[in-house]
DNA sequence: TATTGTTATACTCTATAACTATA
DNA sequence: TATAGTTATAGAGTATAACAATA
């Protein structure tokens, strides 16, 4: 409940600042993941960004509407779509980059450092947990054993 | 990025988790908002909930629809709506509550009681931080004043 | 056979604006 | 005038399933 009203209030307050330059926080993370490499196949991005094949695709292609993000025929996997920032794209990520800032400081003025280094670890090893979990509604008796917990 | 992830990921294996039983993580969390109660109006729940009121209503529409809630005319109020759990609803709560609790286990085995309480202790200054915060775009030339402080 | 991506489809959540009826 | 809720509308994100092309 308190990482769910934190989550929404930061991508509600994101949008917020972003709606001017016409796109979402989803996009903004989007093209951040886009930035720092030259290009990435759908597959990769699906994997940096956490996000269903699918919801990926319909982004990029509302992206690509905007002329924001191109994708060519991948140089060496016939099957795959090299995806890349446009200058255009590359531009207006600077300047959500900009509009953005004061609220990324309104968020580390809240936190020490140290606290922010303790939430980060945190955050990362209950993702880490979350991830690993796999419903125990078929259990696997070896790993799970006789024990008296019930689920 | 990583406050996102971890939500994400939190949002989506409850969700996975609460599928079986035709109930979404965000309906789970409304549901839950009520189960305290005896009722309370829609306005009351867009607050505890931190939902738009128009989404809050689309929401309520649908459990109404399975039959999990009821809004009943409010006592004293004749604008308002007041909103309870029906009595099948109270139960699938319970259901719903005992499909989660391995997930929340996982959650909370993942960190020390300490640890915990410092994650929630931080997420909830986020929060706050992120709800006062105001786009500078317009400055308020009282508040800002002459400072070398940025927001 | 497995993988990358597309097409088709549907539903939930989100949000804005204009409105009714009460307070 | 302000508040509680509705109606109408739209779009973004999410996800499943069936499919084509390629590895």
Request: charged share 25%; hydrophobic share 40%; glycine share 4%.
């Amino acid at each position: 409940m308190t990482l769910r009203k934190a989550y929404l209030a930061m991508h509600r307050r994101t949008n917020a600042v972003l709606a001017a330059a016409g796109v979402t926080a989803d996009q903004f993370v989007l093209m951040s993941a886009l930035y720092d490499e030259d290009a990435l196949t759908q597959r990769e991005l699906v994997k940096r960004t956490s996000s269903d094949a699918n919801t990926l695709r319909a982004m990029l292609v509302l992206l690509e509407r905007q002329g924001l993000i191109e994708r060519q025929p991948h140089p060496s996997d016939r099957r795959a779509r090299s995806v890349a920032l446009t200058s255009k794209g590359r531009s207006t990520l600077h300047k959500l980059w900009r509009r953005s800032e004061p609220l990324r400081g309104a968020m580390i003025d809240a936190l020490t450092l140290d606290e922010s280094m303790q939430l980060l670890n945190a955050l990362r090893r209950l993702t880490t947990a979350i991830h690993e979990f796999r419903s125990p509604s078929r259990r696997q008796r070896q790993s799970v054993g006789a024990d008296n917990q019930t689920s």
